[in-house]
């Protein structure tokens, strides 16, 4: 493993202490919106400016309304730039380049990413780019769909009769495919977690291919996949454009698990600590708004814009609010699985969760399985700085996880990941490619 430089552990905790004492007085979050804290710092700006990169998915929201909400000029960062990305592999590409060669400094990303890009496993000749994940931006809110041709299965988390029909089909001579938005990352692994607990190796039985988000509708249509998982609005286009449905949302996989995060080159971090924790402070606001239920329809219409997603409104709204209609007769009001922004410390990026994708990319063979998780996670796992800009935001003490561990996950189909031992969980699971 490449060797990259790093804040150590007491200048850290020095860091820590330091914001912390800066912070007295702090205010419950939930009073934040209407107090309007002003920002405080352990010092100067670096920086006003930093480009941040975008999917238009209803779960890049933070950065939109941190944009349209005037909260990153309120921390200072006067100079942002949010950018659209076309896919996750153009993402990737601009965090290589950086700002100062025409790419981007951070970006709304699929959580697993930073870690693909610092290790090298998804960079062009596997040169690595460290990048440090500083806040998780939400939990859960993804989809899995199918296409019209399954109606009558009504396919959900019981896949017997949907592994029938796609054998069906490839007897019959058709091919069988299966759509993700970039290898390695949370759609991928949420598709071949629930293929591979219903019997379906998604190896052998099904060809996986990557298409980006804003394209999934239109490749459905055509005919290019049976199913695919994707954030919203796109499975809930799907079903207003009459093409397919909703088998499932992601959280009845793994309820409340983690999805996207704001991640950043580690050299901008490394040389703007205080811009950083600006950047921070202004999502972690952006995040409280996104969760309030009074907002959620205000949020929805910004998330409509061009500028970010460019869908209709009607794309968006309902599964923002928590209302999920599968497209088969399912109706879920007040969905417990909807997406979180700020809720169930949804913005706190947890080491055990950075562990559980880590362990995933080895089941699929992307990451070497003798790989140093814990100092890989060491490096590239920035809660100290996420702590750091809570406590100067004034975040109650009593909102801030007191563990960088949520424990032991369970899964829907009853197995269980304990971060104390993941290799006991890899060695549980029956279909899995080991690299």
Not at 134 to 162: C, H, M, P, T, W
Not at 378 to 402: F, M, S, Y
């Amino acid at each position: 493993m490449t060797k990259h430089n790093t804040v150590d552990p007491a200048s850290r905790r020095r860091f820590l202490k330091a914001s912390l004492a800066a912070a007295g007085g702090a205010a419950l979050w939930s009073s934040l919106p209407s107090l309007g804290l002003a920002a405080q710092s352990a010092g100067p700006l670096e920086t006003r400016s930093a480009k941040l990169g975008f999917i238009a998915l209803s779960d890049a929201a933070p950065l939109f309304v941190a944009d349209e909400k005037g909260f990153f000029a309120k921390h200072g960062m006067t100079e942002v730039e949010v950018l659209k990305q076309s896919s996750w592999g153009t993402t990737r590409d601009n965090l290589v380049l950086g700002s100062a060669s025409n790419g981007i400094d951070g970006a709304h990303i699929l959580t697993p990413m930073p870690y693909l890009l610092t290790t090298g496993a998804m960079t062009a000749n596997n040169v690595p780019t460290p990048m440090y994940i500083l806040a998780r931006l939400n939990l859960a809110g993804q989809g899995i769909s199918v296409g019209k041709e399954y109606q009558d299965l009504k396919v959900g988390l019981d896949l017997a009769e949907f592994k029938q029909a796609l054998a069906a089909k490839q007897n019959g001579g058709s091919p069988v495919r299966a759509a993700m938005t970039f290898p390695g990352g949370t759609h991928d692994l949420w598709l071949r977690y629930w293929m591979a607990a219903g019997g379906i190796d998604p190896n052998q039985d099904i060809a996986t291919i990557v298409v980006p988000p804003p394209q999934m509708v239109a490749n459905m249509k055509v005919g290019s996949m049976d199913t695919f998982c994707v954030g919203e609005p796109w499975n809930e286009q799907l079903i207003n454009q009459g093409i397919g449905y909703s088998a499932l949302t992601t959280g009845e996989i793994w309820a409340g698990h983690p999805e996207k995060a704001f991640a950043m080159r580690a050299d901008y971090v490394d040389q703007n600590p205080n811009a950083t924790k600006a950047l921070l402070k202004a999502i972690m606001e952006a995040q409280i708004f996104c969760e309030q239920p009074e907002n959620r329809a205000e949020v929805a219409a910004i998330c409509a814009k061009r500028r970010w997603i460019n869908a209709p409104v009607k794309d968006i709204i309902n599964r923002m609010q928590g209302h999920f209609d599968y497209g088969t007769g399912r109706v879920v009001e007040n969905s417990p699985h909807q997406m979180r922004f700020w809720k169930d410390n949804a913005s706190y990026p947890f080491q055990s969760h950075d562990l559980w994708f880590l362990t995933e990319n080895m089941r699929w063979g992307y990451l070497p399985t003798d790989l140093d998780t814990q100092s890989l996670i060491a490096r590239v796992n920035r809660e100290d700085l996420w702590r750091a800009a809570a406590a100067e935001l004034g975040v109650d003490k009593a909102d801030i996880p007191a563990s960088t561990s949520r424990g032991v996950e369970t899964f829907f189909d009853g197995k269980q990941f304990d971060p104390e031992n993941p290799m006991a969980y890899l060695d549980s699971l029956a279909i899995k490619k080991l690299a």
